[in-house]
Structures are given as structure tokens and as C-alpha cells.
């Protein structure tokens, strides 16, 4: 178990069995590929990640990133991440073939990266942001940017960006400031500053290609009145050389966490000679960066879920290797003749790694569900299999992001209680997995802001019918478990649970339909952890069904303890996680208004 940082039997029994990635490889886009074809592929992520990503782990966090001299200096591995990263394929996997792209579904990318999270956090960000910055030109551009710029993107010769937030407007992208002013020569002049850009630069790539928000001079206010434009850190000339683009780097974050990973302060046009050039239409870039927005969501939940994952895995070792204490016997006391037991056979020690274990692999599920919905959608043949598919992803898409970020900081934090003194230590991981994890609850949306989304938008969404094709696959679960003598029960409770949820809704909509949104909105937050639970219970119980099948038929592919584990997680959510929801629909009911600001401020 030494070093071991994810179960790939796990992540591989998802895949295939749980959720039927077979499935999709019969879908044309996918036709070229097979199991054995991309577990290959996973197999040597895996092999990178052992040898260039895991050892460098903690290396990362003692040697930060850092400003210096106008220039921002990582660590030297990630030039071996975006380039050998690059001719393996992370950048360009789920590309099209005509831009250069292995054509693989999002599921299988996805598994890809949840290895390099698990491995090392601090560095996926690179190649992933890369990607997400291809993805936009690919999908918007002109041809001729797309000839530019993406084929070095892909290699990870270039690197790439997403530049939104400013200092004064956070969160809130209407208020954008920064200016694009066009000229008579095709591409326009930039002028602004950006914060909190991951990745924003390196001395190890030629080029950094930064995909950014700004607001054309007469542009509507607000939201409605944003572009997107690439803008190079250094633009590329006649000859196929490169020049200065006006770009500066004129400071970095120092963090917590995720040490290795930079997060910059970017200037624009300080000398007036940035240029810039329009990806799509005018006063449609926010339209085009939500678009990807999905796949970013599904990335950080993904990246949390690894990070669990390997504070996990470093848990159950020094459970399995450090004695303390001794058992209790039957009059409740302790045999000092005894030898020292081993701390993973104490029953709150256990009841922590369960917890930990129950969180790491019911998100690694519903991220690969996440991933699955969004492939569905993309292969879809008719309209309204796309927007089935569409709908699925867009209610589940909130707790994709937030569970595995919330639940993932409370996980992390059992196993560093697991560790003790210990875990407060530098000497041991678990101190750097939870100050690595803590920024996933903020990343690409706040607890808060996915909080409001899915109260807000998703549970209405076109009617209800969002939550009525959700509960329609909840209840498909439900049937098959029914099947099965020892689920019938888990069953019955998540029937209780969607009852539940009907009330709770059915308490706070009358707030919405009568106009007062703020106290319809106060506890969006509760409400995001009731429903998560809830969508965590239909995750584990779907992974408890196709575990029961494989115990009966005798499935020799894995160990039966395996499929037993699995089925023992099942029993611990269910009698430890999902019982938190009465408490919290009691809240969500509860009609006291505390939060909501008065006349007279008492909060001093």
C-alpha cells in the first residue's frame, strides 16, 4: 500500500461497471476506441503520474512558485507536465481528430486527470487550463486563429489561460472593466488588469495564451456587453518568431495550498501595446466561456475528489502501521498485559477512514456520472436527447463541483485527526492535503454561488422537469435495488429522502412565487448540502447494486472483499451521512429569518 495515492481498481470498476463507459465507445464519435485501448491509455497516466507528479509532491509545496524580477518561476517539473504531458496526449485527448485530438470520451479524459490530481494537485492545473483555453478557440475562433495558436497548445509548447476576474469585481463578472479598443488593422488593444489567474505564467513554456474578458468601448453595460479575446503574453510575427505582447506579470498570490500551482496578478497594456484579437462575435464572451463552464465544474469536483482521495489512502496506512491503545474486552476494560493494537481496529478510527472512504469514491462516482451525462449530450442524435442529457448534467452540475470540495475539506480533515499530533506535523501529508483541498470550495464559483444556482435556477429549471427527469433516474436505481433482499431497505430510506426533498421545495417555493427571493435564497447553502446528501445516497446505492450483482454471480475479475467493501461503505453513508438530512430540511423549514439583514445592523 506504500505511496499509493488511488485505487485504479476503483476507478476503473466505476467506469466500466457502474456506469457503462462500454456504452459510449458504440457511439460513432467514440467507435474507434475500445476498453483495452483506453485502459492503456489510463495505464500509462498512471505510469507518468508514479514517476513525474507524485514524487514531487511535497517537493512543490516546500519550493513555491513565485514572483521575481517581473517574471513568475515554477518549479521545474512542470516543464516535464506540459511537454511530456503534451506528447502523451492530456492537452489534446478529447479534441476532434481534425484539430489534432485522440476523439476519447470526457469520462475517460476525466479518469485521466482524477490519477494526476491524486498524484499531485499541483500541476494538472497547467495542462488543464491549456485545454480549457484550446477548447475555446476550437469551438469560436476564426480558422486562422485557431492555425495560430492551438496546434502548440496541444504540445504543450504553449500554455493557455482563463483571465475573468479583476480586483474590484470578484465574482461579479458584470462589472468588468477591463478595455478593448479597436484599430484599423484587425486586432484590437487591451488595457486592464486581472487577479487570481492559475497557471498565468512560467518560465518553461515559449507562450502563454490567455483567453480573457474585456468590454469593448460603447459596449452595453453589465454581463451583456463582454468579449472574449485571445491575448498572447507573446504574439507571434510574420517571420514565426514571437515578440513581447505588452503582458506583464506584476505579481503572484502566495497561498495556503497548491503551492506549486502559480496564481498571478496580470497587467495589460501598461505601455499600450497589447494586442488582442476577437474570438466569435462581439458581446458574447461570457456567453462562450459558460459553455465550457460545465467541464471546469466537473474538473474541480474531480480535482477534490482526487486530492480526498489520496489524503485517504495516506490515512489507512498509518492506521494500518501505528499501535496505540488496546482493545477493550467484554467488561469494558483494558488488559495493560496486552500488546498495543493497532489504531484501524478502534471502532472511531474506523468510523473516520469509512467516512473518508465514503466521500472519496461517492464523488469519484458522481463526477464520472457527471462526465457521462456530458458525453450523452454531446452524442446525442436528436434534439431531445440532447436535452435530456443537458438537463441532467445542468441539476447535478452544482454538487458535482461543491460535494466533493465541502465534504472533501471535512474528509481530509478526519484523516489528519486519524494522524493525531501527527497529523498536525510538517514531518507528515495530511497537513498539506488539507491546506491544498480548502481552495476547491472557492474555485470556478463559491459554495455560496453554486448554492444559489441550484436553488435558484436548477430546481426550476424549464419547469420542474429538471428535477422530475433527475427523480426519474433516481427511481430506475431504486427499482433495481429492490431487487436485491439486502438493498431493499437503502430503498425505502432514499424513497423518504425524495419525499423529503418534495416537502422541503414545497415549503420554500411559495417565498419564490411571491417575489421575495432573498429569503427564498437565505439558506441555498443548507439546502446544497441537504440535496447532496441526498444525490450521494442514489450514488452509493447505484454502486451498491452493481457490487451486489457481480458478489452474486461470482465475478472473479476482483477480489470478493472488493465488492464487499463496497457494499460496507454503502451501509456506513447510509447510517452516518444520509440521517444528516433531517436535521437539515428541519432548518430549511425552520421560519426564522435571522440571516436576513434589518433595519438595525446587530451583527458587531
Known sequence: MANQYVDVNTLKYFLYQVHQMEDLLEKERFQDHDKEALNLYLDSVKEFADKELYPYFKEMDENPAHHKDGKIYVHEQVKTMMHKGGELGLISAGFDYEDGGMQIPLMANTAAYYILDA????????????????????????????DTFVPKMLTGEWGGTMCLTEPQAGSSL?????KATPTDEGYYKISGQKIFISGGDNQFTDNVVHLLLARIEGAPKGTKGISL?????NRPTADGGLEPNDVTAVA???KMGQKGYCTTHLGFGDKDGCRAWLVGEANKGLHYMFLMMNGARIAVGRG???IASAAYYASLQYANERPQGRKLSSDGRKNPEEKQTLIINHPDVRRMLLLQKAVVEGSMSMVFLAAKYYDLEATATTKEEKLKYNTLLEMIIPVVKTYPSEA????????????????????????????????SAIYEGTTGIQSQDLLGRKMTLNNGQ???LLAEEINATLAEAKNYDNLKAYAAVMEEKLALTQKVLQHLMPHALKGDYERYLADASIFMEFFSLVLMGWCWLEIGVTAQKDLLIGSNELPEEFYEGKLETLEYFFAYELPKTTSQAEILMNPSTVTIKKEKELIH
Open 119 to 146: 498524484a499531485n494537485n499541483h500541476m494538472p492545473g497547467y495542462t488543464g487550463l491549456t485545454q480549457g483555453a484550446a477548447e475555446l478557440i476550437i469551438h469560436f475562433a476564426s480558422q486562422e486563429l485557431k
Open 174 to 178: 458584470s462589472d468588468i472593466v477591463t
Open 229 to 233: 479575446f485571445i491575448v498572447p503574453k
Open 252 to 254: 503572484d498570490f502566495q
Open 304 to 306: 477534490a475528489s482526487g
Open 408 to 439: 472533501g475539506i471535512h474528509s481530509v480533515n478526519n484523516g489528519l485527526q486519524i494522524l493525531g499530533g501527527y497529523g498536525f506535523c510538517s514531518d507528515f501529508i495530511l497537513q498539506q492535503y488539507i491546506r491544498d483541498i480548502r481552495i
Open 466 to 468: 429538471g428535477l422530475q
